[in-house]
């Protein structure tokens, strides 16, 4: 019988932005959509977002990371990553949870697009009044 490797599933989401994350012991390598994550995230202050809850529980060099990140833009996707790490991470060690939930890494960003009104130009925009 094969051993089969342990892993943790967890799945993030930001705006209209989810991540679902594969964490499994290793070295330390990250994939993104099939890239390194200095590829798919090419700015430093987004990657040091998305390494944050890593970092708060020292476990960087602890686990392999393969990502699928589907919708929104690359902010939102960043943020959906972090909150699937944050949670797979706690799947991995429960005694990591108090370190992320202080950190706010696993509360979920609701921040969402308001909806376009109709007979309106946009969701808080009014057409111009005039009074005569």
């Given amino acids: 019988m094969v051993e089969k490797a342990l892993t943790y599933n967890a799945t993030g989401r930001r705006k209209t ?6 964490l499994t012991p290793g070295t330390g390598k990250w994939l993104v959509n ?3 994550a200095e590829e798919y ?3 430093e202050a987004v990657i040091k977002f998305i390494e944050q809850p890593m970092k708060l529980t020292d476990s960087r060099e602890k686990f392999d990371i393969s990502a699928r990140l589907v919708g929104g833009g690359v902010v939102g996707q960043a943020g959906a990553l ?3 790490i ?4 706690c799947m991995a060690d429960a005694s990591m949870r108090a ?3 202080a950190s706010g890494c696993l509360t979920r960003d609701a921040r969402m697009k308001e909806r376009k009104k109709y007979g309106q130009p946009g969701a808080r925009k009014r057409f111009q009044f005039s009074k005569r």
């Fill in 86 to 89: 944050a949670r797979a991470l």
């Fill in 17 to 22: 932005s989810t991540a679902r994350v594969i």
């Fill in 41 to 43: 995230f090419k700015t």
């Fill in 82 to 84: 972090r909150h699937a």
């Fill in 34 to 36: 099939k890239r390194t």
């Fill in 99 to 101: 370190v992320l939930k």
